[in-house]
């Protein structure tokens, strides 16, 4: 994954996700603290979990699957990177997709 798609999930995650973050870290770091978060939200808020997964817009197949086949402590850190290549994707998404502002030419509008 790349640096940049990297820091704007770190960045995304410290903010919505309230997760303590050191700069360049690695994506097995932010992976491991992801993956310790997601723990604590299912044992102590778990309505709070749902909404992180909901917010990502992670597959709910493919968390339904990690959650069928996988075990302790094993699931976490797959949500965790389903989390974070979410997000990357998201900005990688933005980035392909974003249009430079057209400069209008003799005051004319561009439909």
């Given at each position: 994954?790349?640096?940049?798609?990297?820091k704007e999930a770190g960045a995304?995650?410290?903010e919505n996700?309230?997760?303590?973050?050191?700069?360049?870290?690695?994506?097995?770091e932010l992976e491991q603290r992801l993956a310790a978060k997601l723990e604590m939200l299912v044992e102590k808020d778990f309505q709070q979990f749902?909404?992180?997964l909901y917010q990502v817009d992670v597959s709910e197949?493919?968390?339904?699957?990690?959650?069928?086949?996988?075990?302790y402590p094993d699931v976490y850190r797959n949500v965790a990177r389903l989390i974070i290549e979410r997000q990357a994707e998201k900005?990688?998404?933005?980035?392909?997709?974003?249009q430079p502002p057209?400069?209008?030419n003799?005051?004319?509008?561009?439909?």
């Open positions: 994954m790349e640096d940049r798609y990297l995304w995650l410290k996700a309230g997760i303590r973050l050191k700069k360049g870290i690695s994506f097995e749902v909404l992180l197949e493919k968390v339904k699957q990690i959650l069928a086949t996988q075990n900005s990688r998404s933005r980035e392909i997709y974003r057209e400069s209008l003799n005051d004319e509008e561009k439909w």
